[in-house]
């Protein structure tokens, strides 16, 4: 039977079955990209809400195991040569599953490549300038009265919205006609931006048709639609 005892962080959240893959998450735009990775390729995995208005994710045993203090993360107790692994980054743990299961990241060694090179630009671009636009948008930076940050993050959420578009004509996906962890990483903060923060008319989104395109077709996956919902209120 397998023991996750020896870390902190199993004991605060308690596994059911200590055999699955333990997912420490929220649903935000970067929680969800595991949760529908997990839902895609079939692992079974057993998710725990953290949850921000306790600061959970700064709890001793939290930290204990991801410094950082930041969701998602995951405790795969059948790590490479069986042993248990702790993993932040949702980027990190995309591929990482992929690699587990042989599953939605190309075997071809060039495209492979251009994968993590869209995956880096979702992680080191779009993430952090959509996150920063929703910040001076929808929270706490709305109130400040200089409007100079909100302009420089629409104008370069516009930017990157448009650098996706004119990447998408002609592809089914991001990748092509394949889907993989490129358009699990990037969706989900699309998304956000029209459902969650409410941001269609002041970023233009109907002239990024094809951005919008991909987004229907990406939320009308089965595993998609699961996925944004985990984790759960009550996990």
């Known amino acids: ?8 962080i199993a004991q ?3 596994p059911r079955n200590a055999s699955q893959i333990q997912l420490y998450s929220a649903p935000t735009p970067n929680g969800v990209k595991v949760s529908i990775m997990l839902e895609e390729t079939g692992l079974s995995y057993e998710a725990h809400r953290v949850r921000f208005e306790a600061d959970e994710q700064r709890s001793a045993e939290y930290l204990s195991a991801f410094p950082n203090g930041k969701i998602p993360a995951i405790l795969d107790p059948d790590g490479p040569g069986g042993e248990p692994l702790l993993l932040s980054e949702s980027g ?3 591929l990482y599953l992929a690699e587990k299961t042989g599953n939605l990241l190309p075997s071809n060694p060039i495209e492979r490549a251009h994968a993590i090179q869209w995956l880096m630009f979702q992680m080191s671009g779009l993430g952090p300038m959509f996150g920063q636009f929703g910040y001076f948008y929808k929270f706490d930076g709305r109130m400040i009265e200089d409007k100079r940050p909100l302009e420089r993050y629409t104008n370069e959420s516009r930017r990157l919205l448009g650098v996706l578009d ?3 004509k002609g592809r089914t996906w991001m990748m092509g006609r394949s889907y993989s962890i490129v358009d699990i990483a990037i969706f989900p903060w699309i998304r956000t931006l029209r459902e969650f923060y409410g941001a269609g008319e002041v970023l233009e989104l109907d002239k990024y048709r094809e951005v919008l395109r991909v987004l229907e077709n990406f939320l009308d996956r089965p595993a998609v639609a699961r996925g944004v919902l985990i984790p759960g209120a009550h996990s």
Do not use: G, R, V, Y
Request: aromatic share 12%; hydrophobic share 45%; glycine share 0%.
């Open 92 to 94: 990190a743990i995309l």
């Open 12 to 14: 605060k959240w308690q």
């Open 1 to 8: 039977m397998t023991d996750l005892s020896q870390f902190p």
């Open 166 to 168: 004119e990447h998408l």
